[in-house]
Nanobody, 123 residues
Framework: VQLVESGGGLVQAGGSLRLSCAAS????????MGWFRQAPGKEREFVAS????????EYADSVKGRFTISRDNAKNTVSLQLSSLAPEDTALYYC?????????????????WGQGTLVTVSS
């Protein structure tokens, strides 16, 4: 599976962005999907996950109420809507496909990773 993220960019604090992740070479319909991020000088951290059918989602406390994960299995894509962005949301955002149909914050549950898309939030 190849995962390609898009939608990153520079945005002012309080603004919004929509990140997308497209899967190719194989369907990820039966895989949970997740978003992680890594800020400069920090370790990669969990942002959100969604089960294979979209019925279960999980969020890091730091993004609850501001970010929304969704998926379109017909298009083999997963998205992350970012709202009320703050400078501390600046990071490289990665899309990941899990080994199984359900997954959460543990990065070892994810098999495939994209290259990331950069989100920069200015104050």
């Amino acid at each position: 599976v190849q995962l390609v993220e898009s939608g990153g960019g520079l945005v002012q604090a309080g603004g919004s962005l929509r990140l997308s992740c497209a899967a190719s070479r194989r369907t990820v319909t039966n895989n949970a999907m997740g978003w992680f991020r890594q800020a400069p000088g920090k370790e990669r951290e969990f942002v959100a996950s969604i089960s294979w059918n979209g019925g279960r989602t999980e969020y890091a406390d730091s993004v609850k109420g501001r970010f929304t994960i969704s998926r379109d299995n017909a298009k083999n894509t997963v998205s992350l809507q970012l709202s009320s962005l703050a400078p501390e949301d600046t990071a490289l955002y990665y899309c990941a496909a899990a080994y199984r149909s359900y997954a959460s914050a543990d990065p070892t549950q994810y098999r495939y990773w994209g290259q990331g898309t950069l989100v920069t939030v200015s104050s």
